[in-house]
C-alpha cells in the first residue's frame, strides 16, 4: 500500500508512480520487495521519514555547527511530541500514587497506568494485560527472569544456550545465576553468514536444556533470528526460551502468541517511549509459579513481622512505587506506533536498511559485519562496520565534530562477540523511521570525507 | 575577584534634574543614597548601604543585591536617562603563603612544553587543522615496546586502547612512552607525553586536568568516564607518584643517581600504588611526613637550613621543604645549582614575644650565608609553642 502526497516541486519531473523503478545497483542480487513503493520514495512523494520528522523536534537542530543527523537509534530512540505531552499531561494534571490511593487523582493515575499495561499487552499481543510486568528497563527485566524464575528452576547441570552474540545484559544475569544454581552457559557461534548458527543451536538443545536466551535482531550484526522454529525445538524437550527483543520490537511486529515465546523483554526507550521503564512479558502460568524478586511495597498480599503473603503477578514482580508517569508515556509510545502501523514501519525500514548497507558498501575498505541482505536475510536498518586502519573511535569522533553525524563506536555491549570477530571495537549506525535517504546520504558523504582525512595521514 | 565600581561622573550635575519628588517611595530611599558619601568604591559603599536602615522593607527584600541595582536601569524608571557604567576592576587576591615571587597565571605553572604545545594549539583556529596537529603529534611518538603493553600500563575507560608507560632517569625526572590504536587518541596520548616528558614528578602531578580546556580540542572535554584524555593524565600522574614514591624509598639522599625503570624486578606500578592519590598534593608529599623523614628530598643546602635552624632556635616541629622546582626559568634562579626556593615552618619558644618581622629577620640572619650564596627565597611560617597549642 502506498501513502504519500504527490509533492509538484521543480526537481521531480516524475510523478507517475508506474514509472518502473531504476534499481542500477542490484549487485546484491536480491530484489526489492516493495519496488514500487522505493520509485515514489524516490520520486517525490513524501516518505516515512519525512512525514515523521516534524513529530521528533530533537531532530532539528545542529551540533558542532552541523545538521544533526542522528544515527544511534539502537542505543535509544527519539520521542515524538505526543509522548512528550503524556508525560506532561501526567505530571500536570493526574499525578498520584497508584493503586492503593482512593481519591480522584489517584483513581485516574491508576487507570492510565493500567491502560497502558494494557496497551503493552495489545502491542505484542500477549493473552492478557497481567503477563505484562513493568519494570525499569529490558536489562532489570532478565535480571527478574534470573533471580525469580532462574533461582527457583535451575539445578546443577542444568544447561542455558545463549548466542554468542548476546548482549551483555541477557549473558550476565546468567552467568551470575549459573555461579550460584551450578547451571551450565553453553554458547552458540556464528555460521558463514555471520549470524548465529541456528542449526548449531538446535544440535545444543537435550533433555538437559531448561532455557534458551536469544535476540530477535542483533544490535552488532542486524540479523534475525527464527524465534518461531528455536522455540518449537526449545519446548520439545521443555525448555523455555527467553527472548531478548529490544531492537524487535521498535521496528516491526511482534507477536508473542504467534513466536509463542516463554518471555520476552523490551525497553520502552528503545521504542520512542522515555526512559525508565521496560516490560517484561511472560507467560500466565510461568509468572504466578515464580517467586518476587523484589521485595517491598505493592508486591505484598498481607505483612506480618515474620513473614508475608505476596500478590498476584503482575504486581507481585512491581515492588514500590513504579515509573507511573513513564509507563502512560510508553503507553502514548505505542499509540503512536500503532497510528503509523508496525507494519509500515518494518517496510520502510527495510528500505533504508537496504539502502544503508548498500551506500555502505561503496566505501572502499570497509568490512561490514553480519549477513549480506537477500531474499531469505534480512537485514535491520543498522550497520556495524570497521574501515581498514581508522578506529571506529576516530570515525565516530570525526564525523561528530565536523559533520554533525551521531554514530556509535565501541563494542556495543557485546564484547563476545567483538572478540569472536576479531576487533576491539566497531562504529555502528542505526536508523529508526524518522531517518530518511537523506539522512544516509549525508551519512555516507561525511563518512567518505572521515575516510579520507584520516587516510591521508597514513 | 572583582569590585564592581560604578562610574557616575554625571552623578552631581543630574541629581537636581531627576524628577525625585514625583516618584514613589523607592526614589526617595535613592535621594538619601545619593546625599551619603561620594560614589567612591561602590562595594564599601554598598556595605554601608545594605547597613543602611531603609524604611522601606520592598527594597530591603528586592531580589538585586544593590550593586546590581544599577546595572539594570529599566527596572527604574529614575535611570532611563542616566549613564552609570560600572568597570571591573580586578582585585588582587591574597598572595600565597609560599612564594615571594610574582603571582603565577595557572598557564604558566604548567611545564613549559606543555605551554608550548597549549600555545600552539591556541594558535591553530580551525577544528579540523587541531586534528591535523594532533594527529601529527601521534605519528611523531616513538613507539612503544610491545612488552609494555601490559593491564599496568593501560588507561582505564578508554574506548580505544592506550598504554602509557613511566621511568625515571638520572636526574629523577619522569619520562613517558605510549601508544595507541586510535590516532585521535594517539596524538592526545603524545601531546601529553611531550608535554610531560624530562620534569620533575612533582610538577607533573601538579598539573590541573582542566589545562585540556586551553587546548580547545572539544573531544577532551566531556566528563564521561569514557574520556581517555583526562584517564590517560591520571594515569601519567599516578605513574610519576609512584616512581617518586618509589625513588624516595629506596634511597632518602637526593641526588643518589638510582635510577627507577620498568625492567626492574619489581614493577613499579605494584608498589604502593593507592588509589586515592591526590595530585595536587604531590607536592605536600614531603611535609607530610613526619619531621624524621623530612630529610630526604633535600640537597646539600636544605641540609645545612636545617641543621643550623635546629642548632640555633631548637624548634619543637621543623619542616623546610625545597620548591626550587616550581621556579624554574625564573630569573634568579638561573645560574644557580637549583636549591633557590625553600618553604620553612618552624615553631620555636625563641619566638616568644618578637612580633613577625622580627622573627623572619632573626632567620634570615642565621641563613645569612646561605642568601648571599644562592639562597633566592624562603617562605616563612614561624610560631611560638604556645601559639601552635592554641589552635
Known sequence: ?458 | MEAFVGIDTNLERSRSDLPFKSIPAATHLFSRWFDSSPLTCALKHQRKMALHSFSSARFCTSKFPICFHLSKPSKFPLFSHRSISFEKIPTKSPPPLRSSSTQLQPMEELPPKLQEIIKLFQSVEEPKAKYEQLMFYGKNLNPLDTQFKTKENKVEGCVSQVWVRAYLDEDKNVFYQADSDSVLTKGLAALLVNGLSGRPAQEILRVPPDFAVLLGLQQSLTPSRNNGFLNMLKLMQRKALELLIEAEKGNGAYGNGQVVTDNSEKPVENSNSDSNVDENSGVRLSSQKSNEDNSSGLGSRGMRIKEKLERELSPIELEVEDVSYQHAGHAGVRGSDGETHFNVRIVSKEFEGKSLVKRHRLIYGLLDEELQTGLHALSLVAKTPSEVEAK
Request: glycine residues 6%.
Open chain 1, 1 to 458: 500500500m502506498v501513502e504519500g502526497v504527490f509533492v509538484k516541486l521543480p526537481s521531480f519531473p516524475f510523478l507517475n508512480p508506474a514509472v518502473s523503478p531504476s534499481s542500477p545497483n542490484c549487485r546484491l542480487g536480491f530484489r526489492r520487495f516493495s519496488a514500487s513503493l522505493s520509485a515514489v520514495v524516490k520520486e517525490g512523494s513524501v516518505s516515512l521519514g519525512h512525514s515523521t520528522r516534524p513529530d521528533f523536534p530533537i531532530l532539528h537542530q545542529e551540533v558542532n555547527g552541523s545538521k544533526l543527523v542522528y544515527l544511534d537509534n539502537a542505543a535509544t530512540s527519539q520521542k515524538p511530541t505526543a509522548v512528550l505531552k503524556a508525560l506532561q499531561n501526567y505530571y500536570e494534571t493526574y499525578n498520584s500514587n497508584v493503586h492503593r490511593g482512593i481519591h480522584y487523582l489517584s483513581a485516574k493515575a491508576t487507570d492510565e497506568y493500567e491502560l497502558a499495561r494494557k496497551k503493552v499487552a495489545a502491542f505484542i499481543n500477549a493473552s492478557d494485560s497481567t503477563e505484562i510486568v513493568f519494570t525499569r528497563n529490558a536489562t532489570e527485566a532478565i535480571n527478574l527472569v534470573a533471580y525469580s524464575w532462574g533461582l527457583s528452576n535451575l539445578r546443577p547441570g542444568s544447561e542455558i544456550i545463549l548466542s554468542i552474540a548476546e548482549h551483555h545484559s541477557a549473558i550476565v544475569p546468567w552467568q551470575t545465576i549459573a555461579q550460584k544454581t551450578g547451571a551450565i552457559l553453553r554458547f552458540v557461534s556464528l555460521d558463514e553468514n555471520e549470524v548465529p548458527d541456528v542449526e548449531e543451536l538446535r544440535g545444543m538443545i537435550s533433555e538437559r536444556t531448561e532455557l534458551v536466551v536469544v535476540h530477535h535482531v542483533s544490535n552488532v550484526l542486524g540479523s534475525v533470528l527464527p524465534i518461531e522454529d528455536i522455540v518449537i525445538w526449545a519446548h520439545a524437550v521443555g525448555a523455555k526460551v527467553l527472548v531478548d527483543a529490544c531492537q524487535s520490537v521498535p521496528h516491526m511486529v511482534v507477536d508473542v502468541q504467534g513466536l509463542d515465546a516463554d518471555f520476552l523483554v523490551a525497553s520502552s526507550h528503545k521504542m520512542c517511549g522515555p526512559t525508565g521503564v521496560g516490560f517484561l512479558f511472560g507467560k500466565s502460568n510461568l509468572l504466578l509459579d515464580m517467586p518476587p524478586f523484589l521485595g517491598g511495597g505493592e508486591m505484598i498480599s498481607d505483612v506480618f513481622l515474620d513473614h508475608s503473603t505476596y500478590a498476584e503477578p503482575p504486581s507481585r514482580f512491581e515492588a514500590g512505587t513504579p515509573a507511573i508517569g513513564e509507563a502512560i508515556g510508553l503507553g502514548a509510545a505505542i499509540d503512536y506506533l500503532s497510528g503509523i502501523g508496525m507494519q509500515k514501519i518494518h517496510d520502510y525500514e527495510m528500505e533504508l536498511a537496504n539502502y544503508l548497507y548498500e551506500k555502505l558498501c561503496s566505501v572502499p575498505n570497509i568490512r561490514i559485519y553480519g549477513p549480506k541482505p537477500s531474499d531469505n536475510i534480512h537485514r535491520a536498518a543498522l550497520c556495524s562496520f570497521n574501515v581498514e586502519n581508522i578506529h571506529p573511535t576516530d570515525l565516530a569522533t570525526f564525523l561528530d565534530q565536523q559533520h554533525g553525524v551521531a554514530i556509535r563506536s565501541g563494542h556495543h555491549c557485546a564484547q563476545p562477540l567483538h572478540r569472536h570477530l576479531g576487533v576491539n571495537a566497531s562504529a555502528r549506525a542505526s536508523l529508526h523511521f524518522y531517518n530518511t535517504r537523506e539522512d544516509v546520504d549525508e551519512f555516507i558523504r561525511s563518512l567518505d570525507d572521515t575516510v579520507s582525512f584520516f587516510n591521508s595521514f597514513k
